[in-house]
């Protein structure tokens, strides 16, 4: 297993040594391997949030270390734009962060950071715009004429056209109807096999997780409590209960089945998991 | 940019916090008038002695209070070398150096002008920002300004006005800090290079807060009109306030403390401001 991102010891502290000083994160550590999907999981104020903020240097651990195959990313605090670009953050709601008169200019925006010239960012923009599912057209447009869901893969989209060997999202599909939700999940997929990037989602939609993710973080109160196998994380169901979290709703009906004697054979968390195990059940290949 | 407290109020319950919001703007007038009546000596002492007692009334720690010194430090010192120097006095003076003369006038006036500002600065953070919340004093200055009406000024709108502006800025810093944070993910550089470069980094910044304010002033208006919110007109008030006896000695002993300080400036002792 390659560790792509190590955390050894990381805590945070917001306004240090104030009388407003908040930790929002003790002694974290953690790996996540090269090429998987992690989840990170957790209530509103958990941390999560700060975590994926350490993962690219925007914030600098109070002590601990964060690892980047296997380097300090601080170890050169003046070079640490050049770790943004290997680990491309995509904020909560990244579409009100759009300036640009075009959306292509937005797009273009990170590699001409970068210092990439002309027509390396054009085939970028050209590349993951299609990557995402806005056509030539929309690229011409005001970001301000697209529509929400449009917006929001634009906005992925200029991260990814920094080519970031770590792409992390903050709750990507927050506020989107299913098929815009489906359309940025299956952007992230692309994205990553392509580039072969390992991919890092914050989320609390435990469907989401339950349907994406290799492997769960579940965070509380600024520590993990949680972490491993989605099937490891969400067999615990008491311990998500008890820091605020829930299971799948097709994981409870699957419990409310068992409890009645209909053996599912495994977790499930996905209604077609869940689907082909009862189809098969009724058509007398089931378990039971 | 985290955790910036626009808006000081500190809340420790005491005498002064409690006191009537319109009182509290009345109050930190006549401390303002009081201050420029002081002439003397004595009366200044008396000044700084009264101002020091109202301090440790709000109970609020004298550190957090020092907080708002702190800001105008520099204008003292500047004010005070002026002050020193450019005063021509009587006596011989205490040396000559070049074209700086000072005479012990210079030094009296200085102290005099740098303790006045501080009095200034002190009797506004004890009786407006320390101890009044920015919606206290927005509808007091709405209560004090009332009479206006008569003459058709918009006096409720510019109330309402002032609290949107208020209650908006933290959210707008947290917008501003967001939009930042996130350009830096994209690679923006707001540090380092010309002052130009620097300018013009923070185009994306300033954009995408531009727009956000206005989406945040579009849905508040479509909120307050869909709660039938229509002016100041027959608006009634969810806590109406009312003066009380407390009130009215505040004020009572506000303008004995003004009196006193007038009364004061006879007592000729060491020195008199001229």
């Keep these: ?288 | 940019m985290k955790n910036i407290s626009l808006g000081q109020y500190y809340p420790t319950g005491s005498v002064i916090h409690r006191l009537d919001g319109r009182v509290k703007i009345i109050l930190a007038v006549i401390h303002i008038i009081a201050t420029f009546l002081c002439e003397s000596l004595a009366s200044f002492a008396c000044l700084f002695v009264g101002t020091l007692v109202l301090v440790l009334m709000t109970r609020i720690p004298l550190g957090v209070v020092l907080r708002s010194v702190r800001a105008i430090v520099y204008i003292l010192i500047i004010t005070f070398i002026l002050n020193a120097f450019f005063t021509v006095g009587e006596g011989e003076p205490l040396f000559s150096v070049w074209i700086f003369t000072l005479y012990i006038e210079g030094i009296w006036n200085a102290a005099f002008m740098a303790l006045r500002i501080l009095s200034l600065i002190l009797g506004t953070s004890i009786f407006i920002s320390y101890t009044t919340t920015p919606i206290q004093l927005t509808d007091s200055i709405e209560s004090l300004l009332s009479p206006l009406k008569k003459l058709k000024l918009p006096v409720h709108d510019f109330a309402m006005m002032m609290s949107i502006a208020l209650r908006f800025i933290p959210t707008i810093s947290d917008e501003t800090d967001r939009i930042m944070t996130a350009q830096k993910a994209r690679g923006a550089d707001f540090t380092t290079g010309s002052l130009i470069k620097r300018a013009k980094a923070l185009i994306p910044v300033l954009v995408p807060l531009f727009v956000s304010a206005f989406r945040r002033a579009d849905e508040l208006a479509t909120a307050m009109e869909c709660r039938c919110y229509h002016g100041g007109e027959g608006r009634t008030k969810m806590t109406v306030p009312h003066l009380c006896a407390r009130d009215i000695a505040a004020v009572g002993l506000m303008l004995a403390f003004g009196a006193a300080l007038v009364l004061l400036n006879r007592v000729d002792f060491l020195y008199k401001m001229v």
């Design chain 1, 1 to 288: 297993m390659n560790k792509k991102i190590e955390l050894i010891d990381v805590s945070y502290v917001y306004g240090e040594r104030t009388p407003f000083e908040i930790t929002a994160l003790k002694n974290v550590n953690l790996n996540i391997e090269a090429g998987s999907v992690t989840g990170i999981i957790g209530h509103t104020g958990s941390g999560k949030s700060t975590l994926v903020r350490l993962f690219n240097g925007l914030e600098r651990p109070a002590s601990g270390k964060v690892l980047l195959d296997g380097v300090d990313i601080w170890e050169k605090p003046k070079e640490i734009g050049k770790v943004r670009y290997r680990v491309g953050l995509v904020m909560q709601y990244p579409e009100y962060q759009l300036f640009e008169e075009t959306v292509a200019a937005d797009i273009a925006y990170g590699p001409k950071n970068m210092g990439l010239d002309a027509d390396a960012v054009e085939e970028r923009v050209k590349k993951y715009s299609a990557l995402v599912g806005l056509s030539e057209e929309d690229l011409q447009k005001s970001p301000f004429e697209l529509s929400g869901g449009q917006k929001r893969r634009a906005a992925i989209a200029g991260i990814m056209a920094m080519k970031p060997e770590v792409l992390v999202l903050d709750e990507p599909a927050a506020g989107l109807d299913p098929v815009g939700r489906n359309l940025i999940f299956d952007a992230i997929e692309e994205y990553r096999a392509v580039e072969g990037a390992t991919v890092i989602i914050v989320s609390h939609s435990m469907e989401d997780m339950a349907a994406r993710c290799d492997r769960v973080i579940v965070m509380s109160d600024g520590e993990v409590v949680a972490d491993g196998t989605r099937d490891e994380v969400f067999s615990c169901a008491d311990k998500l209960v008890s820091v605020g979290l829930d299971v799948p709703e097709i994981t409870k009906l699957a419990e409310l089945l068992a409890s009645r004697g209909f053996d599912f054979g495994k977790t499930v968390y996905t209604v077609s998991d869940a689907a082909d195990i009862i189809c098969r059940a009724l058509s007398g290949g089931g378990n039971e």
